[in-house]
Nanobody, 122 residues
Framework: QVQLVESGGGLVQAGGSLRLSCAASGRMFSSMAMGWFRQAPGKEREFVAAISWSGGKTYYADAVKGRFTISRDNAKNTVYLQMNSLKPEDTAVYYC???????????????WGQGTQVTVSS
């Protein structure tokens, strides 16, 4: 079993930065791929970024490529999402998720956090 708790969300102006953290409990974290997804009001949950268990492979949605960076620290059981050059369209609830493969499909992830709100003002 893996429990995930996100933090670091908030209100930021367009062009600003935020770093989200996702703290995991359980021994399986270091063996699992991690993903970040987001859901804006009235929209479906969408893929943002994913990282392999070792951190050696990362994947990004086109909408965030070059602006967001996913990373992990297995010693701290934590995965991060550094978000730079934020845009109003990045406003959403951001969720971290754990699974066995770093895919862009939400159905491939077994465990989910409760989400953290990110609001980008124009």
């Amino acid at each position: 079993q893996v429990q995930l708790v996100e933090s670091g969300g908030g209100l930021v102006q367009a062009g600003g930065s935020l770093r989200l953290s996702c703290a995991a409990s359980g021994r399986m974290f270091s063996s699992m791929a991690m993903g970040w997804f987001r859901q804006a009001p009235g929209k479906e949950r969408e893929f943002v970024a994913a990282i392999s268990w070792s951190g050696g492979k990362t994947y990004y949605a086109d909408a965030v490529k070059g602006r967001f960076t996913i990373s992990r620290d297995n010693a701290k059981n934590t995965v991060y999402l550094q978000m730079n050059s934020l845009k109003p369209e990045d406003t959403a609830v951001y969720y971290c998720a754990a699974g066995w493969t770093p895919t862009s499909q939400a159905r491939d992830y077994n465990y989910w956090g409760q989400g953290t709100q990110v609001t980008v003002s124009s």
